[in-house]
Each structure stands twice: as C-alpha cells, then as structure tokens.
C-alpha cells in the first residue's frame, strides 16, 4: 500500500505519458455526506489491447522496461481493503481512464495530502503534457489547467513559485490543502 493516494495518481500518469499521452485530466471528488472519495485520471494515450487490459491488474505484468507492474494491482488492492473499487475503462488509439473509489471515512484509507507536490512534480515533469486538474471537497470545487509547452525552454523560478502558490491556495481555498 502506498502512504499517499498522490502517489498512486503520480504513478498511473507517468504511465499515461509512457503511453504518448498529451492531454490528461486528474479529477478528484471528496464527499463526506456520502462517505466517498473518487479520483479519475483520463488520458488520450495509446490505450491498452485486450490482451493489456484483461492482464491490468497483474502484479506479474507490464507494457514497461519493469519487470513488474504494481501500480494498478497495488491501487485496486488499497480501494477493495477500504470499500471502494478501481475501474479502468481503455481501448486500443482511445486512451485510458482509471477510476479509484474508496470510502472516505475508512480507517485504513491512506490519506490525500500531497496532491500540490505531486501535480509539480508532473507539471515540471512532463512540461509537453496539457493537464487539467480538478478537485471538489464536499461541493467547493478548485479546476487548475497547465497548457504543454513546447521546446525545453526552463522554467522560471517565478513560474514555479507561482504555480506553488495557485495549488496551495486553491486546495486550501476548498479545504483539501
């Protein structure tokens, strides 16, 4: 089990850019009122062959240089021991999408803390990659979109601290941060 569900999000879209994605969509729904929190990570990579797909969940199987793949054997195991449930829905040039449901309140559910670090790291990461991120707690919702960019051009340092501080008031704003 992962400490943080972030990292779990972290993982499955460095696997989304491994598979040509250009544009990925992380979205994640926190509801107390229903004990649910959902995240659904869209991509417009490859996809997966049916083959791929019917060997997802395989701690044995990967598309990789690994000789492994437990990211999504490792996600389904974390949202089964808490209530939930992963569902990935791919296709073959149709992209991927992955959506994790665990009960909110469950006392063996890691935690989501760490989702500004993580969506730097994959900004910064994959500075090609359009992402959307959007994030509702309880109906407040906070939407952030980082267009691709082009080149290697570095990031600024103001860029960054920029960014820093949009995630870092924005999830504090709905109070996920």
Same mark, same amino acid.
């Given at each position: 089990?992962?400490?943080?569900?972030?990292?779990?999000?972290?993982?499955?879209?460095?696997? %989304?850019? *491994?598979? &040509?994605?250009?544009? @990925? +969509?992380?979205?994640?729904?926190?509801?107390?009122? =229903?004990? !649910?929190?959902? #995240?659904?990570?869209?991509?417009?990579?490859?996809?997966?062959?049916?083959?791929?797909?019917?060997?997802?969940?395989?701690?044995?199987?990967?598309?990789?240089?690994?000789?492994?793949?437990?990211?999504?054997?490792?996600?389904?195991?974390? %949202?089964? *021991?808490? &209530?939930?449930?992963? @569902? +990935?829905?791919?296709?073959?040039?149709?992209?991927? =999408?992955? !959506?994790?449901? #665990?009960?909110?309140?469950?006392?063996?559910?890691?935690?989501?803390?760490?989702?500004?670090?993580?969506?730097?790291?994959?900004?910064?990461?994959?500075?090609?990659?359009?992402?959307?991120?959007?994030?509702?707690?309880?109906?407040?919702?906070?939407?952030?979109?980082?267009?691709?960019?082009?080149?290697?051009?570095?990031?600024?340092?103001?860029?960054?601290?920029?960014?820093?501080?949009?995630?870092?008031?924005?999830?504090?704003?709905?109070?996920?941060?």
């Amino acid at each position: 089990m992962m400490e943080d569900l972030s990292l779990h999000i972290l993982d499955i879209v460095e696997n %989304a850019v *491994a598979a &040509g994605a250009t544009r @990925v +969509l992380v979205a994640v729904n926190e509801n107390a009122g =229903r004990d !649910v929190l959902t #995240f659904r990570i869209t991509d417009d990579g490859r996809g997966m062959s049916g083959e791929e797909r019917a060997r997802a969940f395989d701690p044995f199987f990967t598309t990789g240089r690994k000789r492994t793949g437990l990211g999504l054997p490792l996600l389904a195991h974390t %949202a089964e *021991a808490c &209530g939930g449930r992963v @569902v +990935l829905e791919t296709a073959p040039g149709r992209g991927t =999408r992955v !959506v994790a449901r #665990f009960r909110l309140g469950h006392v063996d559910r890691p935690p989501l803390t760490r989702m500004a670090g993580t969506l730097m790291t994959l900004f910064f990461g994959h500075p090609e990659v359009d992402f959307r991120y959007t994030h509702t707690r309880n109906g407040n919702r906070f939407s952030y979109v980082r267009r691709g960019r082009t080149g290697h051009a570095a990031v600024a340092p103001v860029e960054l601290a920029a960014l820093r501080e949009a995630l870092r008031t924005g999830l504090a704003r709905i109070g996920a941060g």
